[in-house]
């Protein structure tokens, strides 16, 4: 059986996350695919992050009709920072049979040798790299010739980023977040007054 593990922080997910993991679905044979947000992301600040609940709960709207496509409370239910390095070896544990690909955007393979236990993280997991920006495709594809157990899946980028949204949401710009997030996601948002300011 044939897993695969998308992980990141999810302030909010928006449509390039939802058509990242798509793509991914259409590029490999797997049986599961779980969405993981983070309760401590390690590589960023997590000041301001919005709670646990509201995070699982926008994956779950943007997810929904995604088939074979599970989101995860796992970290948000551990202590401490959230390091791939344990979320992969307990789905490993789970999972022992088959491909375990771990999904990264191609700007966290660019930083990936300096994370928590990479070399022991790398030989738990297939990791399975996707381009999420123009800018680096090609330095992507280079950094991915370093780890030869890697998959590499170009795919057209759709530029946007879960801070624009936030931005976006704090202006009350809604009009322009519905091309970049799920319907849901957006009413969710605004129904609880996500990333609007509380000063």
């Given at each position: 059986m044939n897993t695969a593990i998308f992980g990141g922080t999810f302030d909010p997910v928006h449509n390039g996350h939802i058509r990242l993991l798509r793509t991914v679905l259409q590029a490999v044979e797997v049986e599961n695919a779980f969405i993981i947000p983070d309760r401590i992301p390690p590589h960023k600040q997590a000041l301001g992050l919005s709670s646990g609940q509201d995070r699982l709960e926008m994956l779950r709207l943007a997810a929904?009709?995604?088939?074979?496509?599970?989101?995860?409370?796992?970290?948000?239910?551990?202590?401490?920072?959230?390091?791939s390095y344990y979320t992969v070896k307990h789905f490993r544990e789970l999972y022992p049979e088959g491909e375990l690909y771990f999904i990264m955007g191609s700007d966290m393979l660019l930083s990936f040798d300096k994370w928590y236990k990479a070399e022991e993280l790398m030989k738990?997991?297939?990791?399975?790299?996707?381009?999420?920006s123009a800018a680096d495709t090609d330095a992507c594809r280079e950094k991915a010739r370093q780890y030869p157990s890697a998959v590499f899946v170009?795919?057209?980028?759709?530029?946007?980023?879960?801070?624009?949204?936030?931005?976006?949401?704090?202006?009350?710009?809604?009009?322009?977040?519905?091309?970049?997030?799920?319907?849901k996601v957006l009413g969710y948002i605004i129904e609880k007054k996500l990333y609007i300011s509380k000063d």
């Open positions: 929904a009709g995604l088939d074979r496509v599970t989101v995860s409370d796992w970290e948000l239910e551990r202590e401490g920072k959230s390091y738990l997991c297939t990791p399975l790299c996707i381009t999420r170009e795919a057209e980028p759709f530029e946007v980023s879960s801070t624009q949204i936030r931005r976006l949401a704090a202006e009350g710009r809604y009009d322009e977040l519905e091309p970049l997030v799920d319907p």
